[in-house]
């Protein structure tokens, strides 16, 4: 009787085996190399989204500081008229961004401003993207408010 309540014990205590924790440990690192790029691609499409969405807000800023003042932010007071009045802003009832602060882009770089715009737009408003630099593709494209 004390042997068979020995053996039972020892087969309840029984461990997994070197290859079967190799098995799984090789299962793993397939499903990681198949589902991890795929997870990266869509963060990178997440944080497009959200500069897109951001410049959008900033864009709705810029309107309602023209209607105010009677024009958009020169290109020297930047987007900072925002949430600081220029001195040559007469009319100004900011800030006209909720946070009281510019935001960056979703890779913590600053939002570029130009007025005039290129091709006819009033102003640019973009982010470079990943990269931080003009062109680029995909998570590096530039990202715009008129296309």
Do not use: C, H
């Amino acid at each position: 009787m004390r042997i068979q309540s020995q053996s039972r014990r020892s087969a309840a205590q029984r461990g997994f085996s070197l290859i079967e924790l190799m098995i799984v440990l090789v299962i793993l690192g397939l499903i990681a190399g198949i589902v991890g790029p795929q997870a990266m691609k869509y963060l990178g499409k997440g944080k497009t989204q959200s500069s897109k969405v951001q410049i959008e807000n900033i864009s709705a800023a810029l309107d309602m500081y023209r209607l105010e003042v009677g024009s958009y932010p020169t290109t020297a007071d930047g987007l900072k008229a925002l949430v600081t009045a220029p001195s040559s802003a007469r009319g100004w009832n900011g800030p006209y961004l909720k946070k009281g602060e510019v935001p960056k882009d979703a890779w913590n770089n600053e939002y570029q401003y130009k007025r005039p715009g290129s091709n006819g737009q009033p102003y640019d408003l973009l982010s470079f993207g990943a990269d931080g630099a003009a062109g680029g593709e995909n998570e590096d494209a530039d990202i715009t408010l008129w296309k």
